[in-house]
């Protein structure tokens, strides 16, 4: 599975972004897909994750009624949208796909493909 996260970019606090992370390779349709994010000298952090049929999601407290996830199985895209953005959600944003779980898993060990990395950056 080949993992490609877009759509970073610099935007003032209180504002919005969309991030997008397209799937290839083997099946997305029966992945759990996650997002997370790593601000620099900090380990990376669960933000959300969303079932394979797109039904249940689960998000890290910090981002809870600011972020929501979604998946459009027939894109093989899962999207990250944000909301009211702070300063302290700087970081690098990675989506991840984990096969074979009954849930949503929240560490980076459970997962197995990992996208590069798209910059969100939250100043004025």
């Known amino acids: 599975v080949q993992l490609q996260a877009s759509g970073g970019g610099l935007v003032q606090p209180g504002g919005s972004l969309r991030l997008s992370c397209a799937a290839s390779?083997?099946?997305?349709?029966?992945?759990?897909m996650g997002w997370f994010r790593q601000a620099p000298g900090l380990e990376r952090e669960f933000v959300a994750g969303?079932?394979?049929?797109?039904?249940?999601?689960y998000y890290a407290e910090p981002v809870k009624g600011r972020f929501t996830i979604a998946r459009v199985n027939a894109k093989n895209t899962v999207y990250l949208q944000m909301y009211s953005l702070k300063p302290e959600d700087t970081a690098v944003y990675f989506c991840?796909?984990?096969?074979?779980?009954?849930?949503?898993?929240?560490?980076?060990?459970?997962?197995?493909?990992w996208g590069q990395g798209t910059q969100v950056t939250v100043s004025s």
């Open positions: 991840a796909a984990a096969f074979g779980l009954p849930g949503i898993a929240t560490m980076t060990p459970d997962y197995d493909y």
């Open positions: 390779g083997r099946s997305f349709s029966r992945s759990v």
């Open positions: 969303v079932t394979w049929n797109g039904r249940t999601t």
